[in-house]
């Protein structure tokens, strides 16, 4: 008999890690939230919350499709909380230390059967299953930003992730009614290894006057027919993560045409961020985006 994922643990709490547990709750699953601290949890649960609130007041689900989420919503204080979920899934800092000590520490906590899942956005998969003790029940679930609206979700396994194991991933995201699409085990698979060059080679156009911000933006939205221009979306994404899939590329393909642009490791050096520290290409504390160059 396949192995089914009825419960799902969380360990980040942050914007991703939220998302997740939102669309999961809301999908019938039991999710156990982990953070660093409590009061992290309760502020995500509380956006989840007044997230799934705009979603009734839109039409798009009911007020008991919202108390019914909330409620299958769960702090989990330390990993010891995840010890019955089937899937774990991390989705902390895109930082490979972090990761790692995550997973250093975890193993010990869940049941035997359980898979492990990272949400990494450019990390070897094979590399972080490494350091647990099940390479097999391990795999790469990259959620895209803002998970509740984005449809795609990259599926990559490991060298070593067993074929029930990527089964098992897959039927997940199905009952989540989102699109999968298959990555091999690549830095930066497929969505980030085409987006994030494109950012980064929008922000050498700036680095280099070529165009100001407002001008390049304005030139992928209507030139391009983007939603969103490349430094809006940067900002959005956060400027030190767009940093570290940028580094993950340079050091992974050993190519020049990845070296993150000079502009780009000086905003983040100034802990100018984007959208998470109000600065960023724009700035966002008058409530109205203001370019910075």
């Known amino acids: 008999m396949a192995f089914e994922i009825r419960k799902i643990g969380v360990i980040g709490a942050g914007q991703m890690g939220g998302g997740i547990a939102q669309v999961s709750a809301l999908a019938g699953f039991d999710v156990v939230l982990n953070d660093l601290s409590e009061d992290r949890i309760a502020a995500a649960i509380g956006r989840i919350d007044a997230?799934?609130?705009?979603?009734?007041?839109?039409?798009a689900i009911s007020a008991a499709d919202q108390k019914a989420a909330l409620a299958r919503i769960k702090a989990a204080p330390d990993f010891a909380a995840l010890s019955d979920a089937d899937l774990v899934m991390e989705a902390a800092a895109e930082n490979e230390e972090v990761k790692r000590k995550i997973f250093s520490s975890l193993c010990a906590y869940l049941k035997k059967d359980a898979i492990i899942a990272t949400n990494t956005s450019s990390?070897?998969?094979?590399?972080?299953a490494s350091i647990t003790d099940r390479a097999s029940r391990f795999i790469g679930i990259h959620f895209m930003n803002p998970v509740p609206r984005m449809q795609l979700v990259e599926l990559i396994r490991g060298i070593a992730t067993?074929?029930?194991?990527?089964?098992?991933?897959?039927?997940?995201?199905?009952k989540l009614h989102k699109t999968v699409t298959v990555s091999e085990d690549f830095p930066a698979f497929i969505v980030?290894?085409?987006?994030?060059?494109?950012?980064?080679?929008?922000?050498?156009?700036?680095?280099e006057g070529v165009g100001s911000v407002d001008a390049i933006d304005t030139a992928m939205r209507l030139g391009a027919n983007h939603p969103m221009g490349p430094l809006q979306l940067a900002d959005f994404i956060g400027l030190d993560t767009c940093l570290s899939v940028m580094q993950v590329l340079h050091e992974g393909?050993?190519?020049?045409?990845?070296?993150?642009?000079?502009?780009?490791?000086?905003?983040?050096?100034?802990g100018w961020l984007g959208r998470k520290t109000q600065r960023g290409f724009y700035d966002y504390r008058s409530g109205v985006p203001v370019p910075t160059r």
Do not use: H, W
């Not at 067993?162 to 199905?174: G, H, K, L, S, W």
């Not at 393909?253 to 100034?270: G, I, Q, T």
């Open 162 to 174: 067993e074929d029930e194991t990527f089964q098992a991933a897959r039927a997940y995201i199905e």
């Open 253 to 270: 393909l050993a190519d020049s045409k990845y070296r993150p642009c000079p502009l780009l490791v000086k905003y983040v050096e100034a």
């Open 192 to 207: 980030n290894r085409i987006l994030l060059p494109m950012i980064n080679e929008a922000i050498y156009t700036l680095y």
């Open 51 to 59: 997230n799934l609130g705009r979603l009734v007041e839109r039409e």
């Open 123 to 128: 990390i070897s998969i094979t590399r972080l």
